[in-house]
Nanobody, 122 residues
Framework: QVQLVESGGGLVQAGGSLRLSCTAS????????MGWFRQAPGKEREFVAA????????YYADSVKGRFTISRDNAKNTEYLQMNTLKPEDTAVYYC???????????????WGQGTQVTVSS
C-alpha cells in the first residue's frame, strides 16, 4: 500500500506557472512508476505525464508536452509537476498516481491521491 497526497494547486493567470507536489508514504516510493492525471468539470479523467522508477524516462500527453515537466526525488518520496505557460484549458483537478508496472506508457494505476485543484484564469 502507498498513500499519496498532492499539494501546490491554486489560482493562476494564463501564462503563469505552478508546481504540484505529490508525497508518498507506505511502501518504498522508488518501487513505483508515478504519474499525473487531471479531470476537468464535465470531462473524463485524462493522462498528463508519467515518470519511471528511477526518473530516467518520462512520457507526456501531447497537450502538455513542452510546457509541463514531471520529476521525482526518491530520497524525499515526492514527485513533482512543473507547469509553465498555463492555459485556461489546463483548469482541472490534478491527481497523482502510482503503479507497480514498469512501463511509463499505459493508464492503469494502482494508487491515487485525492487531487488538488488548479484554476487558470484568462
Amino acid at each position: 500500500q502507498v498513500q499519496l497526497v498532492e499539494s501546490g494547486g491554486g489560482l493562476v493567470q494564463a501564462g503563469g506557472s505552478l508546481r504540484l507536489s505529490c508525497t508518498a508514504s507506505g511502501r518504498t516510493f522508488s518501487s513505483y512508476t508515478m504519474g499525473w492525471f487531471r479531470q476537468a468539470p464535465g470531462k473524463e479523467r485524462e493522462f498528463v505525464a508519467a515518470i519511471s522508477r528511477g526518473g530516467g524516462t518520462t512520457y507526456y500527453a501531447d497537450s502538455v508536452k513542452g510546457r509541463f515537466t514531471i520529476s521525482r526525488d526518491n530520497a524525499k518520496n515526492t514527485e513533482y509537476l512543473q507547469m509553465n505557460t498555463l492555459k485556461p484549458e489546463d483548469t482541472a483537478v490534478y491527481y497523482c498516481a502510482a503503479k507497480t508496472l514498469i512501463s511509463v506508457v499505459g493508464t492503469h494505476y494502482d494508487y491515487w491521491g485525492q487531487g488538488t485543484q488548479v484554476t487558470v484564469s484568462s
